[in-house]
């Protein structure tokens, strides 16, 4: 079975400081990772997917297989990042349902 | 396209009474998925559709909960009778990863639901 484990429930940071929010996961085969973003009342959305490997609000994720980690990093939080994080994992291009972490909230303040 | 819509955006009920939720999928997705979130558990997958069709009930708490698709653009959840510890955000989401060519879900606005 598949496993997403995000261990910060809470992330706070002052505005330009680097932030990293950490996404470990357990499953088998090859997955796809993602990582979702909910800003206050606003729809859970998309950020980005580990396939396309690109940049998006300034942050990247990289796939670590060998550490079975996918890791949200930013070199210099705003304060419009603050925002829940969801990492998730969908099994393959195939895949249907994606598994979601826990969630992480991260306050940048000023 | 409005995105994915789902009515009522809020839910205030007594415990006992009965409760449905309704969404609307983007049109020409053919997977639905109904989540639950709360402080406690985060992002919890309730149940999902292809085509209309349960595909997973394994995340639906118990029998209160129940939920169906009775075509392409819409789809239910009902609570009954529902109960305080139902209190939640219930998102609704649905996606077309045939068409994509990978698994993005877009998401409804959710409904805050009350039980008191």
Redesign the interface.
């Known amino acids: 079975a598949q496993r997403v484990t995000q261990p910060e429930k809470l992330l706070s940071v002052f505005k330009g400081a680097p932030v990293e929010l950490k996404c470990n996961y357990s499953y088998s085969g090859s997955p796809?990772l993602?990582w979702y973003v909910q800003y206050s009342r606003q729809?859970?959305?998309?950020l980005l997917?580990h396939?396309s490997r690109e940049s998006i609000k300034g942050f990247t994720a990289d796939l670590n297989k060998g550490e079975t980690s996918f890791h949200l990093k930013k070199p210099f939080a705003q304060e419009e990042d603050s925002a829940m994080y969801?990492c998730a994992l969908?099994r393959g291009?195939?895949?249907?349902?994606?598994?979601?972490?826990?969630?992480t909230q991260l306050t940048v303040n000023p | 396209d409005a995105g994915v819509i789902q009515s009522p955006r809020h839910e205030v009920t007594e415990m006992g009474q009965e409760v449905t939720l309704r969404c609307k999928p983007i049109s020409g997705h053919d997977y639905l998925f109904w989540y639950r979130q709360t402080m406690m558990r985060g992002l919890e997958l309730l149940i999902y559709f292809n085509n209309n069709v349960p595909i997973d009930d394994s995340g639906m708490p118990e029998d209160r909960f129940s939920a169906k698709m009775p075509n392409a653009s819409f789809s239910t959840l009902k609570i009954q009778p529902s109960e305080p510890r139902d209190s939640a955000v219930y998102f609704c989401a649905s996606s077309s990863p045939g068409l994509a060519g990978y698994n993005e879900q877009f998401f409804g606005p959710g409904t805050r639901l009350t039980v008191l």
Do not use: M, N, V
């Not at chain 1, 291009?93 to 969630?103: D, W, Y």
């Open positions: 796809e993602f729809r859970l959305q998309l997917r396939i969801y969908s291009p195939s895949g249907s349902r994606l598994t979601f972490g826990e969630g």
